[in-house]
């Protein structure tokens, strides 16, 4: 692999989708809301303020889980859709075609966890000015799941755009994908448990988990956070199964960069026997 020649690809992307519109408008809402989050959390409960950071990271994580996803499917299909001119320009480079395609994925990445790392960042700072920088290590492991959550779907978004070649059917395809794994996943897997008895329901629960790399990031967040009896006897037997917390969050990264790497790895396997 040109290390040097994906890393210009990397630039030439990042580039690209920071003189995006879509990329600023991301980055500006996203932070916004994300600041929102972080002063107005508690106003429900009848307080105001600016929350701590544990409280922060809990109320943001449903948000990232909703809109990360979406945005990383969005843009990754675009750009790995883009015009069939400025496609075959980038394809006629001295490059491999998967050198290509990791090129793409790294500046589409880069450009996205900046716009993340911004939001999250202004939520920061007010964080730590109203009161003070106890809990950033947790709020810092939120970041870290946000961001990886966000690969493994233009991950998801490059294989989609891949076999798929054309515009319209790649972004009906992605709009799908995150349907199914933010909102009807879960649905699914609760209903197929009502057939199931005992025992083999909680494991079904279990196992369902790492089919999802929305609820990875759910359960490792609520892990990090010492919220996972919210899942009830569901949390308790995960964290008794892998043995407690630390090596459940191990076992939930690592299923995560499998949902990374496996699209990756079969995305670059069918665009070397695509005619371009």
Sequence with gaps: MDLHGILDIAVHE?????????????????????TSLAYFGL??????G????????????????????????????????GDRGSMELIFSQ??????????????LFFAIGLATLIGFAAAGVLVVAGNGPGGLT?????????????????????????ISRRKPRAIGISLFLWFFFVLFYD?????????????????????????????MVRV???????????????????LRFLGG??????????ALLLWIIIPVVTACLVIRRQDI
């Excluded at 920071?18 to 809402?29: E, G, K, L, S």
């Excluded at 917390?245 to 690592?254: F, I, K, R």
């Design 14 to 34: 990042l580039t690209i989708n920071i003189r995006n519109r879509w990329t600023t408008i991301f980055a500006i809402v996203f932070g916004l809301l994300v």
């Design 43 to 48: 106003m429900t409960e009848g307080y105001g």
């Design 50 to 81: 600016m929350q701590d950071f544990t409280r922060t990271s809990a109320s943001l994580l449903n948000l990232v889980l909703y809109i990360v996803p979406l945005v990383a499917l969005t843009m990754g299909t675009l750009s790995f859709t």
């Design 94 to 107: 001295p490059l491999l075609r998967a050198e290509v395609v990791l090129g793409k994925l790294l500046g």
């Design 138 to 162: 947790r709020y810092a492991a939120l970041v870290g799941l946000s961001l990886l959550l966000a690969l493994a779907f233009l991950s998801l978004a490059m294989l989609v755009a891949t």
């Design 187 to 215: 649905l699914l897997a609760i209903a197929t448990t009502l057939f199931l008895r005992g025992g083999t329901a909680n494991v079904m629960i279990f196992v369902s988990v790492f089919g999802n790399p929305v609820d």
């Design 220 to 238: 490792a967040g609520l892990v990090i956070l010492d919220n996972v009896t919210i899942f009830g006897a569901a949390g308790a037997s995960l």
């Design 245 to 254: 917390p630390l090596p459940a969050v191990s076992a939930l990264l690592v």
